[in-house]
Nanobody
């Protein structure tokens, strides 16, 4: 059974940075595109960013463009989401998920990691 484990959340001050991790232990993430979604309080789940199997990235959330980077570490079988210049509106539960090709449709993602709470507050 495919399983993703997310980590790295917590409390960060406005303007600060945070790196979220999405790891797998029983299969290679290199075979999949990996996307990050987030769900803010009282809102629906939003596609944030995705990295393809070839390493190309696509940013779907306009609010994070220029502030977020997604990368792969094949050695550690982990995908990272680096977020900089964080804002209170980045507060959300973040999820990583598997798909075959990057897209912003939640239904196209087949396996989800557990949610990671990120809070941006002073």
């Amino acid at each position: 059974q495919l399983q993703l484990v997310g980590s790295g959340g917590g409390l960060v001050q406005p303007g600060g940075s945070l790196r979220l991790s999405c790891a797998a232990s029983r299969f290679s993430l290199d075979h999949y595109a990996i996307g990050w979604f987030r769900q803010a309080p009282g809102k629906g789940r939003e596609a944030v960013i995705c990295i393809s199997r070839l390493g190309d990235s696509a940013t779907y959330s306009h609010s994070v463009k220029g502030r977020s980077t997604i990368t792969r570490d094949s050695v550690n079988n982990t995908v990272y989401l680096q977020m900089n210049s964080m804002k209170p509106e980045d507060t959300a539960i973040y999820y990583c998920a598997l798909t075959t090709r990057c897209n912003d449709a939640e239904g196209a993602y087949t396996t989800w990691g557990q949610g990671i709470q990120v809070t941006v507050s002073s």
